[in-house]
């Protein structure tokens, strides 16, 4: 590994005195250091030397210090470079730092600058590395697969490291249906799609459903295609997500709300492989695999036979189950190191230093909303942070869940958004005169995942004439 306490360091000036100083001042600080005095020599040097740091004059005779920077921010991205102006110079100055600056100090140079600029230099320099050691060794996935996926797989826990090693083992068993569970934000979707993409089949349909967010009348057509003019609507022929997702993976997000009367059907098309198009008769032949995903407990719900045990059979050939954040504590440290990279660099504002507290805090949280609470919580800490170091105060985590690990009960952010959903959801009850479908509708979910959520919020609907009784076919026992 590279010794970031050893810096190598190039200036890069036509002042012949100029660069001398600097460079003897360099040597007795303990770095080594070269100078040039000519771009041609400046690029030698660099092509020669493992150069960390380069102090490069705006203005030279032969060539603009801008065109410099880009020429060497391209051939040798991991070196900084401090830029040296004269004064009144400002508008270069914005301009080499939006080109890839890391700092600029101004003619006549004094050494108290010199020194700050060196040391911010070297921290960030030694982030860096830090950051890029943490990645090689937590992240589980090869670039290839990230960039299918579209995010990195972070972890370090014996539980997380379990879990990709039973992806992997899925991905290789292409008819074998998953079963994926765990708490909102843990990270379903990115283990459903690792395991495509690292299947044989990874070229072939990766075709996603959220079966809460889709109504039950459409549902059909969805899963099955539809013929031209089979119903209002069908102005051509569609094909469904079984036939695309042919040698393929069709993904059932929050399956738990896949409504009941529909599950016969679907368990039929998984077990046969041969399914027809709404208002057709043609058997179509497709070879797809299933991976659903929940964070209900649906051995619960087959209990009160509010999902069918065969399906559930069907789905759960294999099981992967992934715990919350709070029970994984070792992953915190490395997802949060990732993401400060992410968004350190999207939001351009480098960070050199996270507090220790930082990581003691996170610890301690509770995590009600997992790892994307954590991404969500890094993002807003470096836009808001004051400087380049991330402090307790830059995650303001809701106070009651800072000693308790379990999740909170009332007072915090999550009650009011069960709140604002069961506003949200009488509202729309309330805009449609009790029609549980047109109001499903309008929010743009099932009826079925509508009245699981007024069970669970124990809304209930009372008729003007005869208070207390429920409406709609299904019973309401909150
Ligand atoms: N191990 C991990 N490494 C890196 N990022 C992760 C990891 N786990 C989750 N994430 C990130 O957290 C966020 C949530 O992940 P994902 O959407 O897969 O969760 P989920 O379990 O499907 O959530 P929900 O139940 O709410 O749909 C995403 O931004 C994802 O990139
Ligand atoms: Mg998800």
């Known amino acids: 590994m590279k010794n970031y306490n050893i810096l190598q360091v190039l200036i890069l000036d036509d002042e012949i005195d100029f660069t001398e100083e600097l460079k003897d001042y360099f040597q007795n600080s303990g770095f080594i250091s070269f100078s040039a005095n000519t771009v041609k020599d400046g690029y030698d040097i660099l092509s020669k030397n493992e150069i960390d740091l380069l102090i490069l004059d705006v203005r030279l005779p032969s060539e603009n210090g801008l065109d410099i920077l880009k020429n060497v921010k391209a051939l040798y991205p991991n070196i900084e470079v401090i830029m040296v102006s004269a004064h009144g110079d400002m508008d270069t100055v914005i301009q080499a730092i939006r080109l890839g600056a890391f700092d600029y100090m101004r003619k006549p140079l004094r050494f108290i600058d010199l020194q700050i600029a060196l040391e911010r230099t070297q921290k960030y320099l030694q982030m860096q ?5 943490m990645e090689e060794k937590h992240s589980l996935i090869t670039k290839n697969i990230q960039t299918s996926i579209g995010h990195h797989f972070i972890g370090k826990s014996p539980q997380i490291i379990e879990i990709f090693e039973l992806a992997k083992t899925a991905s290789k068993y292409s008819d074998v249906n998953v079963l994926i569970t765990g708490e909102s934000g843990t990270g379903k979707e990115i283990i459903a799609r690792i395991i495509h993409y690292m299947s044989q089949h990874s070229e072939n349909y990766f075709g996603a459903i959220n079966c809460s967010s889709i109504t039950e009348s459409l549902m059909e057509s969805e899963f099955f295609g539809h013929k031209k003019g089979s119903f209002t609507g069908a102005i051509s022929d569609k094909k469904g997500l079984f036939e695309v997702c042919h040698e393929g993976t069709l993904f059932l997000d929050e399956i738990a709300d896949m409504p009941y009367t529909i599950q016969p059907k679907i368990l ?9 198009r709404v208002g057709d008769t043609k058997p179509i032949r497709t070879n797809f695999r299933i991976i659903s ?13 509010k999902f069918r045990l065969d399906l559930l059979h069907r789905l759960n050939t294999l099981h992967i189950h992934i715990p919350p954040l709070r029970e ?11 993401f400060i990279e992410e968004f350190s660099i999207k939001i351009n504002k480098p960070i050199q230093h996270i507090s220790e507290k930082v990581f003691e805090m996170l610890k301690k949280y509770s995590f009600p909303g997992n790892v994307r609470e954590l991404r969500n919580l890094t993002e807003r800490a470096i836009i808001l942070c004051k400087g380049n170091s991330l402090e307790v105060h830059d995650f303001p985590l809701p106070a009651i869940n800072k000693k308790n690990l379990t999740p909170a009960k009332s007072g915090d952010a999550r009650v009011n958004l069960v709140q604002k959903e069961i506003e949200i959801i009488r509202k729309a009850l309330d805009a449609c005169e009790y029609n549980q479908s047109v109001a499903a509708e309008s929010l743009g979910i099932s009826r079925h995942a509508l009245i699981r959520k007024m069970r669970k919020h124990g809304i209930t609907i009372v008729k003007q004439e005869e208070p207390g009784e429920m409406l709609g076919s299904e019973s309401a026992g909150s």
């Open 129 to 133: 590395r830090k950051l890029a050691d």
């Open 268 to 276: 039929r098309a998984i077990e046969e492989k041969i399914i027809t």
């Open 293 to 305: 995903a929940t964070n209900y407990d649906l051995q619960k719900l087959v209990d009160e036979n």
């Open 328 to 338: 994984r504590t070792e992953d915190i440290a490395p997802l949060l190191i990732d």
